[in-house]
């Protein structure tokens, strides 16, 4: 409704803007990850809600094999649920980010695998630790050589599956380095607990705005000048986005304080004799449901 309003409001043509708001909310009711033609038919990109919906089809599918495969044919099912995804990829883009959603699995099993063998927990063997750094060393003459980079949205990945292992590979370790980061102290640490901290508010103040705000009108209006219109696009969207989170903080600090001062009020107290009706109304005001004793 909020893409209508603008849409209609910035070019006062209804037919154009009904052709608009329907690419956003087909591509949002399909789980899109990017914009995609259907039968002719072009879908915007349901905006960052990709990733949860691929997470979601990634643990199903992972469960999935977890309790039918035996645990030594595991890697195997693994192996070929993404190979699975990637020829899908080459064929056609499937909906509801049933591609991503396996491509994502591996990631999924080496959390899995990282918790149960506490990878995360215990020093590294030197064979392990030099085979995350070669992973991500070959992704970057990956997409130095092919010049393109690993997508997992648009489904590319400049040395085909390798490419998927390698990205579970370099993600392991960049894990363990923020880890050990945040046992450190100083201003980057602290900007980086903050946002992790607010990763939820903005992932969704991002997927709304993403989707209601059409940002392609930056581009025609800014067409003269790209580079301001892209910095005022990141002002705008990085401004709404701090705005939002802070007054959800306000918010939040305001309940705590209201619950801890009523916390402090002393119990109701009914003089004898006193109608019920009357000893109801005058505790109706306590709102943390205290018991009253009648």
Same mark, same amino acid.
């Given at each position: 409704m909020l893409h209508f309003i603008i849409h209609y409001k910035t070019f006062q043509y209804l037919p154009g803007t009904i052709g608009e708001s329907i690419k956003v909310t087909g591509g949002f009711l399909l789980g899109l990850p990017h914009t995609a033609k259907y039968f002719g038919?072009?879908?915007?990109? $349901?905006?960052?809600?990709? *990733?949860?919906? !691929?997470?979601?089809?990634?643990?199903?599918?992972?469960?999935? %094999?977890?309790?039918?495969?035996? /645990?030594? *044919?595991?890697?195997?099912?693994?192996? @070929? $649920?993404? =190979?699975? @995804?990637?020829? !899908?990829?080459?064929?056609?883009?499937?909906?509801? $980010?049933?591609?991503?959603?396996?491509?994502v699995v591996p990631y999924l099993y080496?959390?899995? =695998? !990282?918790?149960?063998?506490?990878?995360?927990? /215990?020093?590294?063997?030197?064979?392990?630790? !030099?085979?995350?750094?070669?992973?991500?060393a070959l992704i970057a003459v990956g997409a130095l050589a092919t010049r393109t980079t690993d997508c997992i949205s648009l489904a590319e990945w400049s040395l085909g599956p390798l490419s998927i292992f390698l990205v579970g590979a370099a993600g392991l370790l960049f894990i363990r380095l923020f880890m050990r980061l945040?046992? @450190?102290? @100083?201003? %980057?640490?602290?900007?980086?607990e903050a946002v992790g901290r607010r990763s939820l508010n903005i992932f969704c103040v991002h997927t709304? /705005? %993403?989707?209601?705000?059409?940002? *392609?009108?930056?581009?025609?209006?800014?067409?003269a000048q790209p580079v301001l219109g892209m910095w005022l696009q990141y002002a705008i969207s990085l401004g709404s986005i701090w705005l939002v989170c802070e007054l959800l903080r306000v918010r939040r600090a305001l309940i705590i304080r209201f619950s801890l001062h009523s916390a402090e009020r002393p119990p109701c107290t009914i003089p004898p004799g006193t109608d019920m009706f009357f000893r109801l109304l005058r505790c109706s005001h306590h709102k943390n449901k205290r018991r009253i004793r009648l």
């Open positions: 038919q072009e879908f915007f990109s $349901c905006g960052p809600m990709w *990733y949860l919906l !691929a997470l979601m089809v990634g643990w199903v599918l992972l469960d999935v %094999i977890l309790n039918i495969f035996p /645990e030594r *044919y595991v890697p195997w099912a693994v192996a @070929g $649920c993404v =190979l699975l @995804g990637w020829g !899908a990829s080459l064929v056609w883009e499937l909906p509801f $980010c049933l591609i991503q959603g396996a491509v080496i959390g899995f =695998l !990282a918790k149960k063998k506490h990878l995360l927990d /215990e020093p590294l063997p030197p064979k392990v630790f !030099a085979g995350l750094l070669a992973a991500t945040s046992r @450190g102290h @100083g201003p %980057i640490v602290h900007f980086l709304v /705005e %993403i989707i209601a705000i059409p940002w *392609y009108l930056m581009v025609a209006k800014f067409s």
